[in-house]
């Protein structure tokens, strides 16, 4: 995971949109020399977000740096825009084109940082549909992190993850409570033993416990890990990403 520095109109922008790609474009070319196998461009430090209001200004901007890191690295990419920004992350990744976007709030609704966020399958994939973007896959956070999930703590985290490949998505990844931390295995092996599409561990991989995340998930989502002292905050630390992609290998074997 590429953190995007602030963007434009947000609080923290710093006014110089240059630097911002220009550290985009050198995180994933760290990221490609370490071997890692995708890359997602996440616009976290727009803090505080906007529930599903994303600007127009914003779009653009992950469009640009999403297409930069795609051409820059080679490798697959896709995007996410905060906070259930899913609309319009499609539509980034459609113009940057991306290979998949990561979408909070597909299905059900849940009580987040930035207030009731409802489901948007329908719409979403009706969308996709609409500008012809069926090939940018959409990978969906189910019970997700930073929310509270009171309203529907009567449904199972399997039964969540089966509820949304009904909705037609196409890979469902599990979070720890908040960034960074560990997801729990339980909901991991729950959520895998009740769907047939791909499932990602989406927060709280480290070295330690790559093995065991390996074993339980099809792939891992990884960015706090792979910065300075394993703050999301920090920059980007290529001796970790290194490290770590290095264990993923001899695990592999």
């Not at 009706?126 to 069926?134: L, P, T, V």
């Not at 009904?166 to 909901?187: K, M, P």
């Amino acid at each position: 995971m590429i953190h995007a520095q602030a963007l434009p109109g947000t609080p923290r922008y710093a006014g110089d949109f240059a630097a911002v790609r220009g550290k985009a474009l050198l995180e994933a070319r760290i990221y490609k020399d370490a071997g890692v196998d995708m890359i997602a461009v996440e616009n976290m430090h727009d803090v505080p977000y906007l529930n599903r209001g994303a600007g127009h200004e914003i779009t653009a901007a992950m469009a640009v740096i999403g297409n930069e890191v795609k051409n820059a690295s080679g490798l697959p990419c896709g995007i996410q825009i905060l906070a259930g920004g899913n609309i319009q992350a499609l539509a980034a990744a459609s113009a940057a084109g991306l290979d998949f976007i990561r979408a909070e709030g597909f299905v059900f609704a849940h009580v987040a940082d930035e207030g009731l966020i409802g489901s948007d399958a329908g719409e979403l994939l009706r969308y996709r549909k609409s500008i012809g973007a069926e090939k940018i896959k959409v990978f969906t956070d189910i019970k997700k992190k930073h929310s509270s999930h009171a309203i529907t703590a009567d449904i199972p985290v399997g039964e969540t993850g089966r509820a949304a490949e009904f909705f037609l998505s196409d890979a469902l990844i599990v979070t720890g409570e908040r960034t960074g931390a560990e997801a729990s295995l339980e909901d991991i092996r729950a959520v895998k033993s009740s769907v047939a599409i791909p499932v990602l561990v989406g927060s709280g991989v480290t070295l330690e416990n790559v093995g065991k995340y390996l074993e339980a998930a099809d792939a891992l989502i990884v960015g706090s890990h792979f910065k300075k002292d394993g703050r999301w905050q920090s920059p980007l630390d290529a001796k970790r990403v290194a490290a770590f992609m290095e264990k993923v290998r001899s695990l592999r074997k």
